[in-house]
């Protein structure tokens, strides 16, 4: 199962697609959409340089970063497997 689609799904969504732009237009559509996807990864890999050389110009450990963030998103499910735990429990 591919995002909650079943594979009839996805071949009954694929045979609309060849219907509604037809066959030679889905090697151009694929192309936009994996160089469009691919800028994102770049643009996305210059922001996360551009924090980290930022970081270090202000003598600040990238690992100090990270680490200060995991204990927060460990904090935070800490706090929702409690409130979801009492829920569960009252189901």
Known sequence: ????ISGTEIVFILFIVVMVFGADKIPEIARGLGKGMRQLKDATNDVKAEIQR???KQGINSDEITGNITKEIDDIKKDIDDVTGSIKRRM
């Open 1 to 4: 199962m591919f995002l909650f």
């Open 54 to 56: 930022s970081a270090e």
